[in-house]
């Protein structure tokens, strides 16, 4: 909404008729205000006001806490001695509110030229909003504001005059409306001091006379003074004006205002702790300065904020110092907000900031945790320079952020306490990782077993990149029965993983799941794969083949033994497969090679009447070979010449 151009003035006359009273007014006044403003625009008592002198009040009316500002002069035309004239200017609270320059008002005081000339001064005036009085005295300005403030009296060398004035009036346009209604003030010196302790003068030839004569002026002073005597809207100013509405003492909170402020217009990344400690100290009252303390905490829009929020990094200290949210400057949910609304920087600063305060949390804390924990990511979590308390406080209240942490940042304590808040298999496999890459213990080994499917899984990736320690070989096979069936999926993808993964086991026969199972599960390897690693697996499949009968697994021998024939052939076979096949064919003699005792075992499946034509077909054997694994003639007649004695094949 925009502001008017030009604010309304009401008026009034005060002089001598039979006594001095209202001799004329634009708006009509209770009579408690009436015999205020009768008798404080009577001569002050003890002033030495000559013919050619005037002198200005203000101060603020009982009933309609209407502002009066009072021009006085002398009226020696009048009958009666010390009979004064009185223009009083009648400023409502909007008014003072938006009036930018107050020094303006000066313009609008008229002494009447005498009794009958009383007619004007029951019309309302009119005072342009934007208005600009001429720049005061720096001089004056400094007396004042030093003096004010500190309730203590103006001292001057002489008598007040008009550049003091507009001194005063600079000092009074800087206040915020609600210190602008309470500042009373006269500009002459009497017997009688202001009302309600307002600024005071006093004149003295002695120039060393007064409370501050001599010493340095603080910054604060200078500060406000270079404010008061701007022709400008500084940014000062804006400060006292959105943060000093709603504090308690106004006029002994203005110093400590112009401190923060200053101090706040030197952060770059924010408020300093030690700011935020002086705002708490000063205005120790929950209702008190509440919108600087909510901007303190970031709680308001950036467009209507004037002093940066506390540092990420001194969050959490001022949180835990301050129960913010008991004392009703913030709501949960506000202070939540807050946090979520730091950049992935902040947040690092903000986390770093939890190992400085000590537990148990206050409620305030516990709350911005919450909220930084879900702002988090796995990057901003593995930075080097988040500690590590934070670090393991974050993962357990963001345990999804396991599935992707890198668990090597980890200590083994660290990783057996995550792993039981892990809420997923990835994220427990990633720490069963970290656990397999460290020497076994009691409690590794323990968790391991809890876990054997998922670590068997990473036990092979483990061992295919070389880093699984020493220690953890012999311990999968104890958990067959807990790892498979549902294991064999994760031996698929590679023979090199399929023969390691069988390596961990042992290479189980009984109890193991039907060849069937496991040709289905590893999926079909390619017809030309001559690896050591595949001649290990189909070694196994081999062994399983004769587990569950020749009859029942034709289709698995047709791929697995024309590979495992030509590495036997070949002598390409792995060790490992070498040992299953020589624990698995039957034999009788160590003339036999692997190769006549894998066509025995197709020569006793013939001769029960199992069709092995789809194997043999495969196989690329010699006659001799056909005729003897087809044959029906006796096996000394081959290239067997062995005996047959308690033989079962």
Known sequence: MSLPENLEVEQALYGYSEGHRQLASSINLPSKDVYELSMRSDLTPGANLSETKSYISGFQLPETRLYALIKTWPAPE???????????????????????????LEGLFRRPAGPVDVDTYNLTLKVRRMAKSPASSREYATKIISSYYRNEPVVLNDTPNEAFERAVFDVWSQQWPRLRSEFSFRTVQSSESVRDKGLTLKVSLNAREGAGAGRPEQAWVEAAVKDATSQTITSLRRFLWRYGKDVAAPRRSFPHLVEIHEASSQARSGIAFAVAEQVLAQFPKASDALTLKRDLLGVSLPALAIMPRARPSD????????????????????????VASFDKHDLIAMAQGLNEIEQPFSREVEIAMDALVAMLDVDVVEATNLCQPIKLKVLKRRPDLLETFDVKLLTPPEVLDLISVASSSKAISNLLRRILSLPPSQKASATVAEHAELAFGQAINLSISGDLAEGWEGMFEQFVGDILPHGIATLAGGSDRAALGLSLLDFPIHGSPSAAVWDKGLGDAANDDRSQDRSTVDAYLLGLCLRDGVAQTIPILAKTLPRLRYMAVHNMLSSGARALLERHLPSIGERWDLNKRMLKVLRKANRDAIDVSSVVSQLSLTDEELSYVFGDDDEKNHFFPLPRLFWPW
């Not at 009083?88 to 909007?94: A, G, I, K, N, Q």
């Not at 301050?322 to 807050?338: K, N, P, T, Y």
Request: charged residues 20%.
């Open 78 to 104: 009048m009958p009666r001695p010390g009979c004064v004239w009185s223009h009083v200017l009648l400023l409502s609270r909007s008014f003072l509110s938006k009036q930018v320059n107050l020094g303006v």
């Open 315 to 338: 969050m959490f200290r001022l949180l835990a110092k301050w129960h913010a949210i008991d004392e009703g400057v913030v709501e949960a949910d506000q202070l939540s907000r807050v």
